[in-house]
């Protein structure tokens, strides 16, 4: 069975850091193209960013672009979402996901295996 699932998820403070980790099972994600969404109550799933099966990155929400970095380790088949000076506005449940093509993408439609999500939040 095809896997993913979030970690590093919780409660910090306004200009706090998180590390999300994305961890895989039943496949390698080194053959993958890895995203990371959020999702706010009442609103739509947002792309936050993505990294190539190469290891290619440089595609960032302007939301989080300069605050958020993607990397994967291949080793631990695992890809990472480092969070920093974390907003409130950035509280959403956060989630990874899958795809099969060679370049990521911002389309979540591209995506085939998603994670369960984990809730970040950003509150004094």
């Known amino acids: 069975q095809l896997q993913l699932v979030e970690s590093g998820g919780g409660l910090v403070q306004p200009g706090g850091s998180l590390r999300l980790s994305c961890a895989a099972s039943?496949?390698?994600?080194?053959?993958?193209?890895i995203g990371w969404f959020r999702q706010a109550p009442g609103k739509e799933r947002d792309f936050l960013s993505c990294?190539?099966?190469?290891?290619?990155?440089?595609n960032y929400a302007d939301s989080v672009k300069g605050r958020f970095t993607i990397s994967r380790d291949n080793a631990k088949n695992t890809v990472y979402l480092q969070m920093n000076s974390l907003k409130p506005e950035d509280t959403a449940v956060y989630y990874c996901?899958?795809?099969?093509?060679?370049?990521?993408?911002?389309?979540?439609?591209?995506?085939?295996?998603w994670g369960q999500g984990t809730q970040v939040t950003v509150s004094s």
């Open positions: 039943g496949f390698t994600l080194e053959y993958r193209s």
């Open positions: 990294i190539d099966i190469n290891g290619g990155t440089g």
């Open positions: 996901a899958s795809s099969k093509y060679f370049f990521c993408s911002d389309q979540f439609v591209r995506y085939d295996v």
